[in-house]
């Protein structure tokens, strides 16, 4: 199952999820740091969002998806959702133990705590990665000292399904959640003032859409993390050198439902084209 077409490329494919589109930053990332290798895709868009359900019904959904690409017969399992990755990690770790199972969520508090000077490092995300805690816990085990703001930008999810990246929607919205985080003073606690953040880590998958809107309120000088580059980073490195061939990989998408929006809005998102045929229609 190794070598294919004697070009040394590995056969198996890298399988990669999300709850949509969305996880599609992440796969971007990966084409470009593995670009012989072969990946599936697969975005559950009719559950979509996860971000709103409870923990148990994101565990179900991520293992109904991780099996469905197991038998794509995957070398490795990337869960490109950050709420996913918040939750599930575990239970896909215990059931899927024949290949490497690897989140956003690690790789994003690595980078954020590489990246911070003073501590400070603000985490936007869904709602229930937010609630659940998982980011915070990443970073606080990695960099005991650090403050971690946490702040769900649920709304930013609908906004760059919309394609409303840029723009004045997209800017309110950007101010309405951060500013109160990143406005100089905001944070003064009685007699204590405390500094803003230094470093903001995009939890969720869909926020690097919206980067530009999201620069404008934080100001220029605060580091904004992207979990899909360091993501990739870690996938390369488990799988050493695969992937390092001349030949160009392939990409394979599936989707739960609308695989002609998942298309349109998808190739914002991946940036390049995808066709409608080339997206297929599965139930989990
Ligand atoms: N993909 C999800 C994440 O990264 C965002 C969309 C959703 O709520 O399902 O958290």
């Known amino acids: 199952l190794i070598e294919a077409g004697g070009a040394g490329r590995p056969r198996a494919p890298i399988g990669v999820f999300d709850s949509g ?6 796969l971007r990332a990966l084409v470009e740091a593995l670009p012989a290798r ?18 148990e019904t994101v565990v179900r959904y991520a293992l109904n998806a991780a099996e469905t690409l197991a038998d794509c017969g995957i070398d490795c399992l990337v869960v490109a959702c950050n709420t996913a990755s918040a939750v599930a990690l575990p239970a896909l770790r215990e059931r ?10 690690e790789p994003g508090a690595d980078a954020a705590c590489a990246a911070t000077r003073t501590g ?7 709602e229930s990665t937010v609630q ?20 769900a930008c649920q709304l930013f999810v609908a906004l760059a399904e919309e394609g409303w990246h840029e723009g004045a929607v997209a800017q309110a919205a950007a101010a309405r959640y951060l500013e109160p ?49 360091p993501t990739a980073q870690v996938v390369r490195a488990t799988l050493g050198e695969q992937g390092r061939g001349s030949a160009a990989g392939t990409l394979r998408f599936l989707a739960t439902d609308g695989v002609e929006r998942f298309a349109r809005v998808g190739g914002r998102f991946l ?6 045929d080339e997206v297929e229609l599965i139930a989990l």
């Open 96 to 105: 899927f133990e024949e290949f490497p199972v690897i989140g956003v969520l």
């Open 132 to 151: 659940g805690g998982a980011y915070t816990r990443a970073i606080l085990q990695r960099h005991p000292e650090s403050r971690v703001t946490a702040q």
């Open 21 to 26: 589109v969305g996880g599609l930053t992440v």
């Open 271 to 276: 940036g390049r084209e995808i066709r409608a």
């Open 38 to 55: 072969d990946f599936v895709y697969l975005g559950d868009t009719a559950r979509l969002p996860y971000g709103t359900k409870s923990p």
């Open 181 to 229: 985080i990143f406005a100089s003073g905001a944070q003064s606690c009685g007699a204590e003032r405390r500094s803003a953040p230094d470093t903001l880590v995009l939890g969720c998958t869909h926020f690097p859409m919206l980067e530009s809107a999201i620069r404008e309120a934080v100001g220029p000088h605060v580091t904004i993390i992207d979990s899909a580059h």
């Open 120 to 126: 400070h490092i603000a985490v936007i995300a869904t």
